[in-house]
């Protein structure tokens, strides 16, 4: 069953915030363009991330979650605060 879709602002720029926690799948849509953003994730219950080592850009104002084992999903808008979508 789908959760209804959540508005996470992404606060401060460049600081990865927690997006989605032990998930598996879902979409993750860029809500202001007025930044460029990056996702990362972590197996849930890892410690989160510091740097952009596995960093990925978004492609097409979305990133999609679609993973065997749970996960944590992190988010980064890289110039200024933005926000973003999460559909579960």
Do not use: H
């Not at 959760?3 to 032990?22: E, F, Y």
């Not at 994730?41 to 999609?64: H, K, M, R, S």
């Amino acid at each position: 069953m789908a959760l209804t879709p959540a508005i996470v602002a992404i606060t401060p720029a460049d600081t990865w915030c927690l997006v989605a926690a032990n998930v598996v799948n879902g979409v993750i849509w860029i809500y202001n363009l007025g930044t460029s953003y990056k996702q990362t994730f972590v197996l849930t219950g890892a410690a989160a991330p510091v740097g952009d080592t596995t960093a990925i850009n978004f492609i097409n104002c979305f990133a999609e979650i679609d993973s065997d084992e749970p996960i944590d999903v992190y988010v980064k808008a890289v110039t200024v605060a933005g926000s973003v979508r999460v559909d579960l």
